[in-house]
């Protein structure tokens, strides 16, 4: 079973490889067809040699004319054989690159449209991973095994074919390496095979524990775990290191040295072969040139045969790699009946900006339902605020509304069109997120607005305006140029939400969503904040999740989610009348938090 997984594996490698490289085909051929033209010159070589020693060194048949042509004929075929095969092999390694380039632009944008869901469960660490590291390993099964495989093959045919037309006889002979080799081959995968695949997904792990440790630094020295993690690194890499000794190990014993010792066998059955043929009786000039050549064409068979089996090591980890990035490009992007994200999608837009919940109901895989039966409606414009306890489905909302998944019932509606009826790009440019956690590139502020969509310094400036954050950034060394340092670490929590906001209306959206904004930010930034939402009412629909309940009391209306279900809706003032109301019942809560915090001694 593990030689047909390997072998399956090597199919679709291959066929991955030929995708890739299909823009390339006509060089491809040209270089294979040089290759053989290469292979065919130098298999010239001995035939001079066996001709110089039958008909002009053993007879002493020493004219001039025929040595100056024998040792030109090699040298222009030598020559000439080389030449061309450093053509193509430069012209297949040029075909490698953009193929790889190509493999590794389309790995990257496939995982930009993959949906959320994805990510959610997916480690960083394995992702780059698979990005880098494996389409790496792709390029290696092409510039290294495929040519170096390809180069032994044409040579090895063309010296077997030489051989026959000299001497069929010992032809069979040297034929009997080429089984050889498969079993070792056979041998080597059913060793190594395993220990190879380990070995990637050991280095997706390790990937992954570094990225999560780094990224994680601060609380790790803080809570003194950084002892626990370097013990959990050490024994990922102690594993990492004991597979890789296996395959050290079948590599030393069934790969150059096996070849070596076929090689030394087979040059004794050629002599003992020859020796026997002519056992009592006196060799002929012929026949001993025909020994030479076929010494000669011995190390030309046995040395692309190792270099064959030689990189049999690095084909199993390419295939093994390129099955992974296989994997990764057959995972079904989000939203696949949505347009292709360059405005040619069956609609566009979200027209108004009005929303309507239809009998939504979601449940994610394998998991209980978390939406049951949501029914509400928004109109252009207006601002709407949910609630609700944690677990209550807030954020799975957001997430449908977004279309980061798909409802399992019921229907969402944009501008009058479902969802799935806009087109990729349309929605994402008139559908604007803040998240709670903000994210920023490390880059200046103008880049970190702007996001490479073109955004013209006006409504950079509009937007910063609008979101509160024109004074802070002013205020900034080099203004909109100012660089923010890796994940904006020179700016506070509160300032960095305020530019995720800009960036946000630096779009133009028609409507915005706002996940818990105001999370994390001092009491300063949430006012800040609520002027940035208010003064957005009537040009954009404006939903936004809140814990903290300040944050969304000017609202048009408030939801109330309880445990998947609407709960109740209204204005702060209508919700603040229901005795023993869900909202009266948060906002009474956060009161009491409020006075004890403030009631505490401050160090």
């Known amino acids: ?154 040579i090895l045919a063309g010296a077997l074919a030489a051989m026959a037309w000299l001497d069929p006889g010992l032809m069979a002979v040297v034929a009997i390496l080429i089984p050889a080799v498969g079993l070792i081959v056979f041998a080597y995968q059913r060793f190594s095979a395993p220990a190879v695949a380990r070995t990637r997904a050991l280095r997706g792990d390790i990937n992954a524990a570094m990225a999560e440790s780094t990224a994680g630094m601060a609380v790790l020295q803080a809570s003194n775990a950084t002892g626990r993690f370097a013990t959990r690194y050490e024994a990922l890499n102690a594993d990492h290191l004991a ?35 002519e ?53 079904e992007p989000a939203i696949a009946g949505a347009g292709d994200g360059t405005g040619n999608g069956r609609e566009e837009g979200a027209g108004d900006g009005s929303i309507v919940v239809d009998s939504l109901r979601f449940a994610y895989p394998g998991g209980p339902e978390v939406l049951h039966g949501i029914d509400f409606a928004v109109a252009p414009g207006e601002f709407v605020g949910i609630v609700g306890h944690t677990g209550s489905g807030k954020s799975t909302l957001l997430a449908l509304l977004l279309r980061f998944h798909q409802p399992s019932a019921g229907e969402l509606r944009i501008g009058g069109l479902a969802l799935e009826r806009l087109d990729e790009a349309a929605f994402r440019r008139e559908v604007a997120v803040v998240p709670q956690e903000p994210f920023l590139l490390a880059g200046s502020v103008r880049e970190n607005i702007d996001m490479g969509r073109g955004i013209g310094p006006e409504r950079i400036e509009a937007a910063l305006a609008d979101a509160q954050a024109d004074r802070f950034v002013a205020a900034l060394d080099g203004g909109l140029d100012a660089p923010l340092g890796e994940a904006g670490s020179r700016l506070s929590t509160g300032q960095k939400q305020l530019l995720s906001i800009a960036r946000a209306l630096a779009g133009a959206p028609r409507v915005l969503l706002l996940d818990e904004a105001t999370a994390h930010v001092d009491s300063d930034t949430e006012r800040a904040v609520q002027r940035a939402i208010l003064g957005l009412r009537g040009r954009v629909t404006v939903i936004a999740i809140a814990h903290r309940l300040s944050t969304i009391q000017a609202a048009d209306r408030i939801l109330v989610l309880d445990h998947g279900r609407l709960a109740e809706t209204g204005d702060h003032d209508s919700l603040m009348r229901i005795e023993a109301g869900i909202y009266r019942r948060l906002v009474e809560l956060q009161r009491i938090e409020a006075r004890t915090t403030a009631s505490e001694p401050q160090p």
């Open 243 to 277: 597979s890789r000794r296996v395959e050290l190990r079948a590599n030393a014993w069934l790969l150059r040295p096996a070849l070596d010792f076929l090689a030394v066998c087979l040059l004794a059955a050629i002599v003992g072969v020859f020796g026997l043929r």
């Open 1 to 154: 079973m593990p030689g047909r997984s390997l072998r399956h594996e090597t199919r679709a490698a291959v066929g991955l490889l030929v995708e890739s490289a299909r823009p390339d085909a006509r060089v491809l051929g040209g270089a294979v067809l040089g290759l053989v033209c290469a292979a065919l010159l130098e298999a010239a070589g001995p035939i001079l040699a066996r001709m110089f020693i039958d008909d002009v060194l053993l007879p002493r048949h020493a004219e001039s004319l025929t040595i100056a042509a024998l040792l030109a004929g090699a040298l222009i075929a030598g020559s000439l054989a080389s030449l061309l095969r450093y053509i193509q092999l430069a012209r297949l390694a040029g075909l490698a690159m953009r193929s790889v380039q190509r493999l590794r632009e389309r790995v990257f944008s496939h995982v930009m449209r993959l949906p959320i869901g994805f990510f959610d469960h997916a480690a960083s660490g394995r992702l780059v991973s698979r990005v880098t590291n494996d389409t790496e390993a792709v390029k290696g099964l092409y510039v290294q095994v495929l040519f170096v495989m390809l180069d032994s093959l044409v």
């Open 279 to 331: 056992f009592g009786g006196a060799l002929s000039t012929v026949e001993v040139g025909i020994l030479y050549a076929f010494i000669g064409w011995l190390a030309r068979v046995v040395e692309p045969l190792i270099q064959f089996t030689m990189q049999f090591a690095l084909l199993q980890q390419s295939v093994i790699a390129a099955s992974r990035v296989r994997a990764l490009l057959g995972l």
